[in-house]
């Protein structure tokens, strides 16, 4: 089933039908103040942190409730709707509803009763504070009196957790107040003050552009006994009764009575936000011209699509261009921004980046937003340990400057983070991030750049950093001489101890080894090149020894130093990374890798992709396999793991074969889903974090929406390898690989500060290759773009 469709034009994701499977949400705001949306309005905000800086509250796996509501209610009869469908939840054959969900704002239509209005979310660009901006239009050929309620269901306390759980302490802690046009929350009003003279916890709920009418400032006084959102006392009888909270729930709810003439538009906004009330003052008061809130929404849909205009392509694939040019592309930034701190299902509680999520995360702006990237990785860096590991979970407010926070080596770190030791990935994800980096902007100088150590107040140089992280692995070798998977190896659900060896940490060493070559000789390095040889040439000849078998590589050994996924295994006898990676590694022969990859297709491959490994853990599951706690075809238990599917169709794409990468994209695109809502249920335009395989009676439906590496890995798989923009050290390949039905595309892509536009002629149907090349009609002999014959615009011609 259809619910909604992709407007290219205005980079929008546009929902016909707000019946949607799940919530369809959307992401406002920044780093300082980030807010979740869903079509019906349903979400909560917060100033930084989801656990520590919750302003509103929200029911997690529940029913889409609170939310930012807004009410309309027609003065005359006493009927009211609301200006998203839910909560109030009118039929549908008489209100029509349409909601599009942009670059950081949302746009909520509805129209009833011959009364239309128009809801924007947003939060404005670099502030701290979000508006509902109503527009309310008399469609109908008499004069109307219509009210207008906006309600926000206020926390009571900063933190999550204590908000839900600690009622004893936090249910008598708070009141709110009226004042001039907006309530006003308080928090612990005695007890602290700061420097500005508040108490550091004050919000407010404000109405600008109409006067207001009356107000609550208590939940259960606007809400009602035995009411609920739907049906709010305070709406019903037209009026809000004054009653703010002494203890007790808070809320913000205000209300304005307009007269409305045919054909006539009035427009006020609501303002949330966390301020002292000086500041609130000032804020509401700069909305009463409320045309500045037409202004705000084209200064973000300038400053977004600016970043996304960076990299763009027009190929056959309607899907493709949606999710490249926007949707994927956007939910890096937004994966990039929170990491996996704050959503619909991940509750805020994880205060922190984790260190393996975020260098991924990297990479998935890296073409579009260089800049950010770097301040990204210069702070990843910073939380690199002296001994060349990454700390497991970075706080947000870690200091990149200081050298001194605990480590996995620490009781108090352990304690504070809950993570007991290391992981044997984290810092290997430095080294394609770096190197994407690096050959994305030709920034050779970032290499001496020194950065601080997370543990100890000494600098070294990022080169050096990427050494200590090649240390780090080689210092933790298993029994076989080669990488232990310690507490995970990126498989949270795979504990291979000190002693048990991963395939897949094995393969990205192996990687590692051929990046930082490449570094070593632009410093003509030879001592340090000649290491990197001798001992990826070692590790090479180790992997091949001990993991291929026949058709597939293994995944490794168990801490007992029994061998993980043989062919001869009952279950788990197939796994999908060691096969990816082999091949984005560069380790295994073409030979290995077209057989390897034909076993993912033959034994993982389903209708919505590739399974992590099959068959599914039921009854030899080992220590450990936590996999082994989830239903066969869920999570990393034989599901389709998203994050792997860029994985794959890179690996794909590398090999040539684009028929192949691009039907990998299609499995398990969102946006190749569109019109099958119903089995999928999260949104059609982002990615999640699994997909139930075929052992599952719910094949096909999707988990753990928005805040996933997916997003920076399907981006990688898409950009570098079907669009085939590969740059290195020295400019710029060109090496699309794609469906032999693509007979022309295009892409424009900002390289080094100049803009590079490619039109490609596919006439003959080939998946990969070149037969003509050439830059600013001049023939080359390779399809590479030297740095140096870069101009302002460089116009690229390639036959495939």
Known sequence: MNFGYFDEENREYVI???????????????????????????????????????????????????GRYIYLRDDENGDYWSASWQPVGKDLNEYKSEVHHGTAYTKMFAEY????????????????????????????????????????????????????????????????????????????????????????????????????????????????????????????????????????????????????????????????????????????????????????????????????????????????????????????????????????????????????????????????????????????????????????????????????????DDPDYVRETGHPAYRADDALWLFPTVYKYVSETGNLAFMDEEITWSNVEEKASVYEHLKRAIDFSMNHLGPHGLPAGL???????????????????????????????????????????????KTQKDIGEKIN??????????????????????????????????????????LATREQADKAMASVDRELNTAYGAKIMAPSYVDHYFDGALAGLFPPSTKENGGIFSQTQGWLILAEALLGNGNEAFKYFEESSPSSQNDKAEVRKLEPYVHGQYTEGDESPFHGRSHVHWLTGTASTCMVGCVEGICGMRPDLDGLRVAPTVPSDWKEFSFEKNFRGKKVIIKVENKDGAQSGFKEFYINGEKQDDNYIPADKLTDVTEVKMVM
């Not at 920044?30 to 930084?48: C, D, L, R």
């Not at 056959?316 to 990039?336: D, E, G, R």
């Open 113 to 408: 009763a011959g009364i239309k209005s128009e809801a924007m979310y947003y939060v404005p660009l670099n502030k701290v504070y979000e508006v509902w901006c109503v527009k309310v239009t008399n469609n109908s050929d008499k004069p109307r009196k219509i009210s207008v309620f906006g309600y926000a269901e206020l926390s009571n306390d900063d933190n999550y957790n204590q908000d839900q759980v600690n009622l004893q302490y936090t249910l008598c802690t708070t009141n709110t107040s009226f004042r001039k046009n907006k309530i006003y929350q308080q928090i612990n009003l005695n007890w602290y003050k700061g420097p500005d003279g508040s108490n550091g916890k004050e919000r407010f709920f404000g109405l600008a552009g109409q006067p207001v009418t009356s107000y609550n400032g208590d939940k259960e006084a606007f809400i009602g006994l035995y009411h609920d959102y739907g049906n709010p006392i305070a709406v019903e009888r037209g009026k809000c009764d004054g009653v703010c909270n002494y203890n007790e729930n808070s809320c913000g709810a205000l209300h304005t009575a307009l007269e409305i003439a045919p054909g006539e538009t009035k427009t006020l906004a609501f303002i949330l936000g966390r301020h002292k009330e000086s500041v609130a003052d000032e804020i509401i008061a700069s909305y009463e011209d409320v045309s500045v809130c037409d202004k705000e929404i084209e200064e973000l849909k300038k400053y977004w699509h600016s970043k996304l205009e960076n990299f763009k392509v027009n190929t056959p694939s309607k899907a493709f261009n949606s999710m490249v040019n926007t949707w994927n592309a956007y939910q890096c930034f937004l994966t990039f921004t929170w990491s996996r701190a704050a959503s619909f299902v991940y509750c805020g509680e994880r205060n922190g980046y984790g260190y393996r999520d975020t260098v991924q995360d990297i990479q998935g702006v890296i073409h579009t937003d260089p800049d950010a990237a770097l301040e990204k990785i210069r702070f990843m860096l910073s939380a690199q340990v002296n001994n060349g590991g990454g700390l497991p979970l970075v706080r947000f407010d870690h200091d990149e400057r200081a050298g001194h926070e605990g480590t996995p």
């Open 545 to 586: 020894k001990l993991w291929w078998e026949d058709d597939r590589f293994n995944r490794g050994f168990k801490e007992t130093g029994e061998l993980i996924g043989s062919k001869k295994d009952p279950e788990a006898s197939m796994w999908l990374n060691p096969q990816t990676w082999s091949v984005i590694s560069g």
């Open 487 to 533: 507490h995970a190896d990126w498989n949270d659900c795979l504990r291979l101890g000190k002693n048990g060896e991963s395939s897949f940490v094995a393969m990205q060493l192996y990687y590692a080894f051929t990046i930082m070559r490449k570094f070593a000789e632009k410093k003509n390095d030879t001592e340090y090149i000649a290491y990197l040889d």
């Open 16 to 66: 016909t039908k707000p019946n949607t499977p799940a919530p369809w949400c959307n992401y406002l705001g920044s780093p300082e103040y980030g807010a979740i949306i869903s079509n019906n309005a349903g979400g909560y905000s917060f100033v930084k942190s989801g656990a520590n800086g919750r302003i509103l509250r929200y029911h997690f796996n529940s029913d889409d409730t609170p």
